[in-house]
């Protein structure tokens, strides 16, 4: 029986990121699919039936599918240069928690299955948790499936180079109706459990978060020949929303706003931009403070735009209100834990997504720095196994 740890190291060389440092694995890129094989391979070792749903979505179930399923797991993608915790350590709890069941007798007295969700960071198609989105419906899939990476092919291009029928993208039925439950192990991104002395915790929400691209249009020119009162620049507007960001955020205990992705066309050094796009991110304890805040960024930035003579446009990319975890499970959860703190997160999960369509719950396992979503996220490995006794624990009461 192979612990979650050993499991870590047997995929700790699949995508590492010479430039960034951590992982780079994106949905449907070649480290993605590695990961994937390897998913199928240990999960076929454990006797699990695998299918993969219209959505490109893995799904190892442990015994027959059925309906009133108890479900685990979560992703295998990661942002650019990120953690090796951050999705892969949901899985191969998962994967361990099976074998330590199965070495324990138990059967299953309810459908269950391990499922790895596809495209959950958005890294390479702009929108979080899109695999779960379309199988929720909570995204329609025609704007699923013209969504473009950097390279410029669409998510329908290649979800059909993968092997899917794009003709079938999108909600479900079939697969969510299965889902009696679902529960989502992840390291925790921050440090409540550190302060709370604990190695285990149980998720209580999740912050109203969304992405909005900001496209700033100006004039192209000469570094050198061009006056400063001359210009119309771009990047002088970004870089005035950019700080706007942090002014609307710090002036705020519940909101956190980044700009975490700025594109200049055409990107010379000696050259004035004619355009720069920029990705924000805004989360915050409710919708409305959310919202709110996103509006003062806005104004700031056309208020930028104007002064410097440019076009600007905002666009939503992707939203989700604040998320409630079904009370009576999460209060199972820590009970059975024996008292577990139950604490909230700002950032979004699978879980977040499916959590308005069936009883939802989330472990969290305790990150000694809190650092996430890059190269030094981490666990130790007492409390990575921790993480996988408690998962045990809690599959025990449900199945």
């Known amino acids: 029986m192979r612990s979650a740890t050993t499991l870590l190291r047997e995929i700790d060389g699949v995508g590492r990121d010479a430039h960034r440092g951590g992982y780079s694995r ?38 027959a599918p059925g309906p009133d399923a108890v479900i685990t797991g979560s992703h295998l993608d990661s942002v650019p240069g990120g953690g090796a915790l951050d999705g892969p350590l949901g899985v191969v709890s998962a994967l361990a928690a099976v074998a330590a069941l199965q070495a324990d007798g138990v059967t299953p007295g309810r459908p269950f299955a391990v499922v790895v969700f596809a495209e959950e960071e958005g890294s390479r198609f702009g929108v979080a948790c899109l695999g779960s989105r379309l199988l929720s419906g909570a995204i329609a899939p025609e704007r699923a499936a013209a969504l473009t990476d950097a390279d410029g092919g669409t998510f329908a291009d290649r979800a059909a180079a993968f092997g899917l029928d794009v003709a079938h993208l999108g909600v479900d039925r079939e697969a969510l109706g299965r889902i009696g439950v679902f529960v989502e192990l992840h390291v925790e991104q921050g440090i409540g459990l550190v302060n709370a002395g604990a190695a285990i915790g149980v998720a209580s929400s999740i912050l109203a978060h969304g992405r909005w691209r900001v496209r700033v249009r100006g004039q192209g020119n000469h570094a050198g020949t061009t006056a400063i009162a001359d210009r119309r620049d771009p990047m002088v507007v970004a870089a005035e929303a950019i700080l706007s960001a942090r002014t609307v955020a710090a002036a705020s205990p519940t909101v956190r706003a980044t700009f975490g992705r700025i594109e200049p066309v055409p990107g010379g050094t000696n050259v004035i931009p004619s355009q720069v796009t920029a990705w924000l991110d805004v989360r915050g304890s409710n919708d409305e403070d959310t919202r709110a805040a996103v509006a003062d960024i806005g104004v ?18 992707s939203y989700g209100g604040e998320v409630v975890f079904d009370p009576a499970l999460r209060d199972r959860m820590s009970a059975v834990l024996g008292g577990a703190p139950v604490l909230p997160t700002g950032a979004g999960h699978d879980a977040g997504i499916l959590a308005s369509l069936v009883p939802t719950a989330m472990l969290f396992v305790r990150n000694p720095t809190g650092v996430s979503h890059a190269p030094e996220e981490g666990a130790t490995d007492d409390d990575c196994e921790a993480g996988v006794a408690a998962l045990v624990t809690v599959l025990r009461d449900l199945l």
């Open 300 to 317: 700031a930035a056309r208020d930028a735009a104007a002064r410097e003579g440019c076009e600007i446009e905002i666009v939503e990319e």
């Open 26 to 63: 994106h949905v449907f890129d070649p480290a993605e699919r590695e990961l994937r094989e390897w998913f199928t391979e240990r999960a076929s070792a454990l006797g699990l039936g695998l299918e993969t749903d219209r959505n490109g979505n893995i799904w190892a179930w442990w015994g």
